[in-house]
């Protein structure tokens, strides 16, 4: 059912733009977070959102699903098409939206409800098992792709606030996968966790690419430049620079940017 | 000396120290602050306290415990025919301490010397008359037994009133100049200090504990008293509540018990819905300001004295209720005074309640559980049912716990509200009553204290006492784990 893509098709695809943003502002009471950034996501990548801390990184990846409703000061202007639609039209239900664009947060944030009930939770709420045996189907696949199926496959019932961190993220990552997204956005998915649960973290990205677009906040740019194919380096709210992974962190073109990579801004 | 101008002293010799530890700790420094071990206030505050804290304790302790040792002393003069059961000799004891109040009163005015006061006998002088000159009524002809108590009892007070001072003031002193003869740049006033504070919050903390303990141990003493006089389990499985001061009274606390419980019930079935949803609006949904306005407002709605509850349901909720399901329409209802009138009114003065402490325990689920659950495309009315009130339950269970055990202790509304028959019955428009409206008609009736329909007050109280511990602790047993979940 997942079978790699073929070369061809893999080279076709690279070039499929899945999110773009034109002229996005994003304000929170009087404080200018995002100022005029365009960018051009693609499917089936891994992009990463490099930058100082402050910079508007997890503002402008809230964007992207619509998260920025919930919070009450902030103002988003501009567009952004998914799939060339716009997600700020009127007609857009935000709450579909994120069904479509799912999120795996900093903190592990695993609900106090069974493994099992984590990973259903989407599918229950979206309707998408037409009986038990299907949702388990669903839950198990979730779980494989998330890695973590071997490893809680006996304790289905037990809480998932019991797990380790990393197993916690990985549920949460099972959570979002479970809804059958189209993008995948993940805000510094890694930094709560130690080296270990942060490689299995970073392989579990790479093999998502396959099956979504994802789009990751790291402070690590070693981390951007291990799983990304695609880095944006914000800073100040400003989309410095955009470009291929390789390109950024060999020969960037703008000096704000070389220095962050060189360490000299941070 | 006047335990005021004692504790005057005792707190004017404090500040001399506080002043003078400070001046003497600086000039063992020649004025540079720098050098000395601690910040120059410590230095007072160690003479300041060392003056306070073990002359007040002393004066404290020697309060409690001087007109215990009196009382006994001078109970034992009076002869056993005055004195015949518990309640007699509490009586005769107060006479004893006005005719002494009296003397001092004569005393005070001139009507009698200090001499006089110490020496006159019943048998030669009529000692009611001589105080009645002076403004003293007495009641009867002083005894010369009784005289001669209020005698050693006023000998007694003095002379031990007068070593008091001396101690405290002893202890003050003696701590004062300790204190300052330590005060040296090298000692270390900041810890001491700090042992000190501690002295005083456990010293604080232990009269908390220990008046509690009084409490549960009186209410024990007379419960076992009841016992002694009214069989245990008639007490606790008779079916009837008729006491009657003459004698031959049931004393059945099913009944009583059952009025608590139906009201209690009607009341959360008002109180847990409406406050829950009200919390979930106010901590979830409302806007800013909207919550800005209405948490503080429902807080003053809880602290409305339960008397006007208890007023609201005497003249709006039960005449109200009797007009819907009065003799004039259905004909359930009697009176006004109903088992659905106070569970009612109760209601409405636990909504507050809940909806406060279910708003704090929703509020403390973490942000991330609603940003996990709206990023997977969750509405929030889906977040709430299926995330927030899983996560907060075992906390709005001990809020509801804690509401049952005000409901349950609650009286005021009762009086007022229910009715004062003991009643087994289903239907909720009857007249019931509780445990304690109870003990409260128990105990304002003038009964003989010793009698058993008195005494059955305390074993109530026991009875009420035992079951809303229970309550809390098991409350409380559940919010504390909840709380765990998220550390
Ligand atoms: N909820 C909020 N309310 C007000 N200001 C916010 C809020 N969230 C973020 N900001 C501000 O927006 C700017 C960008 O924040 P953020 O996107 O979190 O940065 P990053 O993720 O790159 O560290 C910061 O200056 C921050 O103070
Ligand atoms: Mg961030």
Redesign the pocket.
Known sequence: MYDAPTAAEQALQQHDIKISSRNVQ?Y??D?H??KDVDVDIEDKTVTA?I????????????CLNRMNDT?D??RVEGEILLDGENIYDKKVDPVQLRARVGMVFQKPNPFPKSIYDNVAYGPRIHGMAKNRADLDEIVERALRRAALWDEVKDRMSAPGTGLSGGQQQRLCIARAVATEPEVLLM??PASALDPIATSQIEELIDELRRNYAVVI?T?SMQQAARVSQKTAF?HL?NLVEYDDTSKIFTNPEDPRTESYITGRIG | MDVFWLVLTVLGLAVLGYWLGRTRALRSVAGDSRYLHSLPSYYGTNVALMTLVPAFFVMIAWLLIQPLIINDTVADMIPERAAQGAGELSLVMSDVRRVAAGLDAAVEQGALTEEEAASIRAEFTDIRARLGEIGVALGQEVSASTLRAAQVYRSMTASGSFWMSVVVLLLAGGGFATALMRTDKDFRARNVVESGVLAILFLAASIAILTTLGIVLSLIFNTVEFFRLYPIDDFFFGLTWSPSFGGGSELGVIPLLWGTFYISLIALAVAVPIGLFSAVYLSEYAPKPVRAFAKPLLEVLAGIPTIVYGLFALLTVGPFLQSVFGDDTVGWMQSASSVMTAGLVMGIMLIPFVSSLSDDIINAVPQAMRDGSYGLGATQSETVRQVILPAALPGIVGAILLAASRAIGETMIVVFGAGAAARLSLNPFEAMTTVTAKIVSQLTGDADFSSPEVLVAFALGMTLFVITLCLNVLALYIVRKYREQYE
Request: one cysteine or more; hydrophobic letters at 40%; aromatic letters at 14%.
């Open positions: 994003v929170y009471g404080t977070a995002i959102f930058g100082p801390s402050g910079c508007g990184k997890s503002t402008f990846l809230r919070i000061v902030a805000d510094e906040v402070h914000f709210g």
